[in-house]
């Protein structure tokens, strides 16, 4: 199911639930160099072992796993999971290594905000971010989230998609 939609340089992006058939492709994405430097387990691990991952990932209400596509041809080009935790919703994702520094990572974030807002019980979005991730960094500041604290090798931005009144 798409679940938020954005035109972007003359292109149609869709981003939509993953499916099964999303197995391979995650665990492709998630091996890559720079995705595994950017994330808090940097090691490789066998494909049996994302599979088994996925699939609880599928199961589980309390996380969703999206996919960003480009139109006509239905590109894959980034990903991104919201993990819900109560009222909080904490992002992970990830662009393709070939589709870097037009702006997409900045986009994908934008529509999670976007798609945060329509889901009920969302209140605030977070993220956790390796301090020399310079990129990600950029992106969440520039998505209007802000950073609201400090762990030992981590930094810990949060938006506020509703105040403590409403919603
Ligand atoms: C981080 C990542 C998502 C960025 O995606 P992207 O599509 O290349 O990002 P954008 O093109 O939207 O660029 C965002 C900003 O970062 C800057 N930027 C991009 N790559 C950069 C780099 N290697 N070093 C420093 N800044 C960089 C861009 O210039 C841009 O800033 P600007 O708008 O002021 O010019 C991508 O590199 C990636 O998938 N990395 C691996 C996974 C990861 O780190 N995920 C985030 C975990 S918190």
């Known amino acids: 199911m798409v679940v938020c939609?954005?035109?972007?340089?003359?292109?149609?992006?869709?981003?939509?639930?993953?499916?099964p058939s999303d197995c391979r492709l995650l665990y492709d994405w998630r091996m890559d160099p720079v995705t595994r430097a950017g994330s808090f387990g940097h090691d490789t691990f066998p494909y049996e072992e994302h599979e088994e991952?996925?699939?609880?990932?599928?199961?589980?209400?309390?996380?969703?796993?999206?996919?960003?596509?480009?139109?006509?041809?239905?590109?894959?080009?980034?990903?991104?999971?919201?993990?819900?935790?109560?009222?909080?919703?904490?992002?992970?994702?990830?662009?393709?290594?070939?589709e870097r520094g037009k702006g997409l990572g900045t986009l994908l974030i934008q529509m999670a905000v976007s798609h945060a807002r329509n889901v009920s019980g969302i209140r605030t979005l977070t993220a956790e971010v390796l301090p020399d991730n310079t990129a990600s960094r950029r992106i969440f500041e520039k998505c209007g989230f802000h950073l609201s604290g400090e762990k030992p090798g981590k930094l810990l931005y949060i938006y506020k998609l509703k105040g403590d009144t409403d919603g």
């Open 53 to 98: 991952w996925f699939r609880k990932l599928m199961a589980d209400p309390c996380r969703k796993q999206f996919i960003l596509l480009r139109l006509p041809a239905a590109t894959p080009a980034a990903q991104l999971r919201l993990d819900l935790l109560g009222q909080e919703a904490e992002i992970s994702y990830s662009v393709a290594a070939s």
């Open 5 to 19: 939609s954005r035109e972007y340089r003359g292109s149609t992006y869709l981003l939509r639930e993953a499916v």
